[in-house]
């Protein structure tokens, strides 16, 4: 059962992230990522969805899912994306997938509306912002210094330029995929914890 629609909640952190996915999904347009940019462009949308209050939360009865059964559907995915081509449909389709289900189980808000954040919790989202505001930093820095001189991608490499020898190779992937999805469990795990 859905919660009573709630009322609009703008913060700074939601204009500040809604601003920094807009700024990825330009750059990701820009050059030529247009799937990219409508994923980022998406979530975009669904924070300013949820900050209006647009979006309803699922119910504090609903159920977290089994780790047993979280983990039985990890290795059925990590075995498929393990044997499909990396930038293929199939892998695509994995991806989209697995992104979906974790917003969907990590948009739930137990208890109703959020009371407010402990500093563990103030902290340690302070801490993913950092990390990934100063990922998309160099990302951003590197595309630019990688269009503007000589020498391109090679001499300016993107995190993902970095990663892509050790990820073409099996054992590579294997553990790149198996991290992923480890880190994507575990906190999965404590956002049901809230």
Known sequence: MAEPRRRPVITFGMVAWVFVLVAIAVVQFARGAYIDGIVFGLVAAALIADGIGMLQRQSSRTRAVPLALLLVIAALCAVILLLAPRHGVVATVVFVAIGVAVVLAGWRQPGGEQKGWTPTRVRAATAWSIAGVIGCLWELTMYILGSLHVGGRESFPALSDLLDPLID??????????????????????????
């Not at 480890?182 to 906190?187: A, H, I, R, S, V």
């Open 169 to 194: 190779t099996v054992p590579g992937k294997a553990v790149f995929i198996v991290l992923w999805l480890l880190l994507g469990l575990f906190l999965l795990r404590r956002t049901g914890r809230r």
